[in-house]
């Protein structure tokens, strides 16, 4: 069993910048590739990025990429989300969850996620 505890939203202006942690319970972390999704108001959830266990791949949707950056630390049992640049349009809820590659059906634990809003 992993349980997943996002941090870091906020309330930030178009242009800044925010990182999101989310924090693993248990030894098994690094069992596990790990990703970031997102849900705006009124939308369905998004995939954002995803890592493989070691992190030496990453992936991000096309709507992110440049501006987001993924990361973990097994170490630490911690992911990470960089954002920079951000916009209006990125306001939403950012879940962490973990699973194994490519993180698309192969998802066992979510998070119960983190507000981001970006004002313009």
């Known amino acids: 069993q992993v349980q997943l505890v996002e941090s870091g939203g906020g309330l930030v202006q178009a242009g800044g910048s925010l990182r999101l942690s989310c924090a693993a319970s248990?030894?098994?972390?690094?069992?596990?590739?790990m990703g970031w999704f997102r849900q705006a108001p009124g939308k369905e959830r998004e995939f954002v990025a995803r890592?493989?266990?070691?992190?030496?791949?990453?992936y991000y949707a096309d709507s992110v990429k440049g501006r987001f950056t993924i990361s973990r630390d097994n170490g630490k049992n911690t992911l990470y989300l960089q954002m920079n640049s951000l916009k209006p349009e990125d306001t939403a809820v950012y879940y962490c969850?973990?699973?194994?590659?490519?993180?698309?059906?192969?998802?066992?634990?979510w998070g119960k996620g983190t507000l981001v809003t970006v004002s313009s």
């Open positions: 248990g030894r098994t972390f690094s069992s596990y590739a």
């Open positions: 969850a973990a699973g194994s590659w490519p993180l698309d059906r192969s998802i066992y634990y």
């Open positions: 890592i493989t266990r070691s992190g030496s791949s990453t």
